[in-house]
T-cell receptor, first 115, second 112 residues
Framework: DVKVTQSSRYLVKRTGEKVFLECVQD?????MFWYRQDPGLGLRLIYF???????EKGDIPEGYSVSREKKERFSLILESASTNQTSMYLC??????????????FGAGTRLSVL | SQQGEEDPQALSIQEGENATMNCSYK?????LQWYRQNSGRGLVHLIL?????REKHSGRLRVTLDTSKKSSSLLITASRAADTASYFC????????????FGTGTRLKVLA
Protein backbone atom coordinates (compact mmCIF):
# COMPACT_ATOMS: atom_id res chain seq x y z
CA ASP A 1 0.00 0.00 0.00
CA VAL A 2 1.05 3.55 -0.68
CA LYS A 3 2.09 5.39 2.40
CA VAL A 4 2.18 9.16 2.63
CA THR A 5 3.58 10.41 5.90
CA GLN A 6 3.29 13.92 7.22
CA SER A 7 5.83 14.71 9.89
CA SER A 8 3.44 16.27 12.41
CA ARG A 9 -0.24 15.78 13.22
CA TYR A 10 -0.45 18.99 15.24
CA LEU A 11 1.68 22.10 15.23
CA VAL A 12 1.39 25.34 17.15
CA LYS A 13 3.48 28.25 15.94
CA ARG A 14 3.70 31.95 16.59
CA THR A 15 3.01 34.73 14.11
CA GLY A 16 6.12 35.52 12.10
CA GLU A 17 7.77 32.14 12.59
CA LYS A 18 9.11 30.19 9.63
CA VAL A 19 7.26 26.89 9.46
CA PHE A 20 8.20 23.71 7.63
CA LEU A 21 5.68 20.99 6.90
CA GLU A 22 7.23 17.79 5.64
CA CYS A 23 5.72 15.04 3.57
CA VAL A 24 7.27 11.75 2.49
CA GLN A 25 5.84 9.10 0.17
CA ASP A 26 7.20 5.62 -0.30
CA UNK A 27 5.84 4.62 -3.70
CA UNK A 28 8.09 6.47 -6.12
CA UNK A 29 5.28 8.76 -7.26
CA UNK A 30 6.22 11.59 -9.58
CA UNK A 31 3.48 13.96 -8.47
CA MET A 32 3.02 15.46 -5.03
CA PHE A 33 0.56 18.04 -3.76
CA TRP A 34 -0.06 20.35 -0.85
CA TYR A 35 -3.65 21.35 0.00
CA ARG A 36 -5.20 23.28 2.80
CA GLN A 37 -8.63 22.40 4.08
CA ASP A 38 -10.92 24.89 5.78
CA PRO A 39 -14.53 24.44 6.88
CA GLY A 40 -16.95 25.28 4.09
CA LEU A 41 -14.17 25.75 1.54
CA GLY A 42 -13.17 22.17 0.80
CA LEU A 43 -9.63 21.42 -0.30
CA ARG A 44 -7.68 24.14 -2.03
CA LEU A 45 -4.47 23.42 -3.89
CA ILE A 46 -1.47 25.41 -2.71
CA TYR A 47 1.33 23.93 -4.83
CA PHE A 48 2.09 20.77 -6.65
CA UNK A 49 5.25 19.19 -7.99
CA UNK A 50 5.51 16.87 -10.99
CA UNK A 51 9.19 16.03 -10.63
CA UNK A 52 12.23 16.73 -8.50
CA UNK A 53 12.89 20.47 -8.32
CA UNK A 54 9.79 21.13 -10.43
CA UNK A 55 6.79 22.91 -9.00
CA GLU A 56 3.68 24.67 -10.10
CA LYS A 57 1.45 27.10 -8.25
CA GLY A 58 -1.99 26.01 -7.29
CA ASP A 59 -4.95 28.21 -6.50
CA ILE A 60 -3.68 29.81 -3.28
CA PRO A 61 0.14 29.97 -3.32
CA GLU A 62 0.48 33.35 -1.63
CA GLY A 63 2.41 33.16 1.62
CA TYR A 64 3.75 29.68 0.85
CA SER A 65 6.73 28.14 -0.91
CA VAL A 66 7.71 24.54 -1.53
CA SER A 67 10.81 22.45 -1.93
CA ARG A 68 11.31 19.14 -3.65
CA GLU A 69 14.95 18.10 -3.57
CA LYS A 70 14.24 14.37 -3.57
CA LYS A 71 11.48 12.46 -5.28
CA GLU A 72 10.00 11.09 -2.09
CA ARG A 73 9.91 14.34 -0.10
CA PHE A 74 7.83 17.48 -0.63
CA SER A 75 8.07 20.30 1.86
CA LEU A 76 5.70 23.20 2.38
CA ILE A 77 7.21 26.35 3.84
CA LEU A 78 5.43 29.23 5.47
CA GLU A 79 8.04 31.97 5.32
CA SER A 80 6.37 34.10 7.97
CA ALA A 81 3.37 32.43 9.51
CA SER A 82 0.22 34.44 9.96
CA THR A 83 -2.99 33.70 11.84
CA ASN A 84 -4.93 33.29 8.60
CA GLN A 85 -2.74 30.30 7.80
CA THR A 86 -4.25 28.37 10.68
CA SER A 87 -5.69 25.37 8.90
CA MET A 88 -5.50 21.66 8.17
CA TYR A 89 -2.75 20.91 5.66
CA LEU A 90 -2.93 17.79 3.55
CA CYS A 91 -0.19 16.29 1.43
CA UNK A 92 -0.93 13.88 -1.40
CA UNK A 93 0.99 11.93 -3.99
CA UNK A 94 0.00 10.44 -7.30
CA UNK A 95 1.60 8.29 -9.94
CA UNK A 96 2.04 9.92 -13.31
CA UNK A 97 0.67 8.17 -16.34
CA UNK A 98 -2.66 7.10 -17.76
CA UNK A 99 -6.10 7.67 -16.39
CA UNK A 100 -6.13 4.55 -14.25
CA UNK A 101 -3.31 5.98 -12.20
CA UNK A 102 -4.96 9.34 -11.49
CA UNK A 103 -5.62 8.54 -7.87
CA UNK A 104 -4.29 10.73 -5.12
CA UNK A 105 -3.03 9.18 -1.90
CA PHE A 106 -3.25 11.43 1.10
CA GLY A 107 -1.35 11.77 4.32
CA ALA A 108 -3.18 12.03 7.64
CA GLY A 109 -2.88 15.82 7.68
CA THR A 110 -1.20 18.42 9.84
CA ARG A 111 -3.40 20.71 11.87
CA LEU A 112 -1.50 23.98 12.17
CA SER A 113 -2.43 26.69 14.62
CA VAL A 114 -0.73 30.07 14.32
CA LEU A 115 -1.09 32.20 17.43
CA SER B 1 -16.44 28.96 -9.95
CA GLN B 2 -15.48 25.50 -11.15
CA GLN B 3 -15.66 24.07 -7.69
CA GLY B 4 -17.70 20.94 -7.27
CA GLU B 5 -20.61 21.35 -4.94
CA GLU B 6 -21.89 18.47 -2.91
CA ASP B 7 -25.48 18.16 -1.83
CA PRO B 8 -26.61 17.78 0.86
CA GLN B 9 -24.01 19.37 3.12
CA ALA B 10 -24.95 16.96 5.89
CA LEU B 11 -26.93 13.74 6.03
CA SER B 12 -27.99 11.61 8.96
CA ILE B 13 -29.44 8.13 8.45
CA GLN B 14 -30.04 4.90 10.32
CA GLU B 15 -27.78 1.91 9.89
CA GLY B 16 -28.99 -0.28 7.05
CA GLU B 17 -30.48 2.58 5.06
CA ASN B 18 -29.08 3.84 1.78
CA ALA B 19 -27.25 7.15 1.56
CA THR B 20 -27.20 9.26 -1.58
CA MET B 21 -25.08 12.32 -2.07
CA ASN B 22 -24.71 14.47 -5.15
CA CYS B 23 -22.02 16.51 -6.79
CA SER B 24 -22.59 19.24 -9.34
CA TYR B 25 -19.94 21.01 -11.35
CA LYS B 26 -19.71 23.74 -13.94
CA UNK B 27 -17.00 22.77 -16.40
CA UNK B 28 -16.51 19.85 -18.76
CA UNK B 29 -14.61 17.03 -17.13
CA UNK B 30 -12.14 14.32 -17.96
CA UNK B 31 -13.02 12.21 -14.96
CA LEU B 32 -14.65 12.52 -11.56
CA GLN B 33 -13.61 10.81 -8.35
CA TRP B 34 -15.12 10.31 -4.92
CA TYR B 35 -13.07 10.35 -1.73
CA ARG B 36 -13.92 9.64 1.91
CA GLN B 37 -12.45 11.46 4.89
CA ASN B 38 -12.80 10.20 8.40
CA SER B 39 -12.78 12.88 11.06
CA GLY B 40 -9.41 14.58 11.36
CA ARG B 41 -7.74 12.30 8.84
CA GLY B 42 -6.62 12.39 5.21
CA LEU B 43 -8.78 11.51 2.23
CA VAL B 44 -9.11 8.00 0.88
CA HIS B 45 -9.95 7.32 -2.76
CA LEU B 46 -13.20 5.42 -3.31
CA ILE B 47 -14.00 5.33 -6.99
CA LEU B 48 -13.19 7.01 -10.31
CA UNK B 49 -15.60 7.43 -13.19
CA UNK B 50 -14.55 8.60 -16.62
CA UNK B 51 -16.46 11.19 -18.60
CA UNK B 52 -17.62 8.55 -21.10
CA UNK B 53 -18.97 6.26 -18.37
CA ARG B 54 -22.43 6.50 -16.87
CA GLU B 55 -22.27 4.16 -13.91
CA LYS B 56 -19.70 2.29 -11.83
CA HIS B 57 -19.95 -0.05 -8.89
CA SER B 58 -17.52 -0.96 -6.16
CA GLY B 59 -18.85 -3.15 -3.37
CA ARG B 60 -21.67 -1.20 -1.68
CA LEU B 61 -20.84 1.94 -3.67
CA ARG B 62 -22.59 2.97 -6.84
CA VAL B 63 -21.59 6.10 -8.73
CA THR B 64 -23.48 7.64 -11.60
CA LEU B 65 -22.41 10.43 -13.91
CA ASP B 66 -24.63 12.61 -16.06
CA THR B 67 -22.42 14.89 -18.12
CA SER B 68 -25.42 16.59 -19.72
CA LYS B 69 -26.54 17.75 -16.30
CA LYS B 70 -22.97 18.13 -15.02
CA SER B 71 -23.72 16.04 -11.99
CA SER B 72 -22.70 12.84 -10.26
CA SER B 73 -24.18 10.88 -7.41
CA LEU B 74 -22.69 8.48 -4.90
CA LEU B 75 -24.97 5.85 -3.42
CA ILE B 76 -23.89 3.84 -0.39
CA THR B 77 -26.20 0.88 0.13
CA ALA B 78 -26.91 -0.84 3.45
CA SER B 79 -24.96 1.77 5.36
CA ARG B 80 -22.93 0.97 8.46
CA ALA B 81 -21.77 3.07 11.37
CA ALA B 82 -18.25 2.81 9.94
CA ASP B 83 -19.44 4.74 6.86
CA THR B 84 -19.72 7.85 9.03
CA ALA B 85 -17.36 10.30 7.33
CA SER B 86 -17.23 13.22 4.94
CA TYR B 87 -17.44 12.46 1.25
CA PHE B 88 -15.88 14.63 -1.44
CA CYS B 89 -16.09 14.67 -5.18
CA UNK B 90 -12.99 15.67 -7.12
CA UNK B 91 -13.14 16.83 -10.71
CA UNK B 92 -10.41 16.60 -13.30
CA UNK B 93 -11.29 19.34 -15.77
CA UNK B 94 -9.20 18.05 -18.65
CA UNK B 95 -6.86 15.26 -19.59
CA UNK B 96 -3.25 15.72 -18.61
CA UNK B 97 -3.90 18.07 -15.73
CA UNK B 98 -3.33 17.13 -12.14
CA UNK B 99 -5.18 20.13 -10.77
CA UNK B 100 -8.22 18.39 -9.42
CA UNK B 101 -11.03 20.53 -8.05
CA PHE B 102 -12.48 19.28 -4.79
CA GLY B 103 -15.95 20.02 -3.55
CA THR B 104 -16.82 21.11 -0.04
CA GLY B 105 -18.08 17.68 0.97
CA THR B 106 -21.11 15.94 2.43
CA ARG B 107 -20.92 14.97 6.10
CA LEU B 108 -22.61 11.60 6.54
CA LYS B 109 -23.59 10.29 9.95
CA VAL B 110 -24.85 6.73 10.21
CA LEU B 111 -26.65 6.02 13.46
CA ALA B 112 -26.39 2.54 14.96
Amino acid sequence: DVKVTQSSRYLVKRTGEKVFLECVQDMDHENMFWYRQDPGLGLRLIYFSYDVKMKEKGDIPEGYSVSREKKERFSLILESASTNQTSMYLCASMLAGGLAKNIQYFGAGTRLSVL
Amino acid sequence: SQQGEEDPQALSIQEGENATMNCSYKTSINNLQWYRQNSGRGLVHLILIRSNEREKHSGRLRVTLDTSKKSSSLLITASRAADTASYFCAISPKAGTYKYIFGTGTRLKVLA
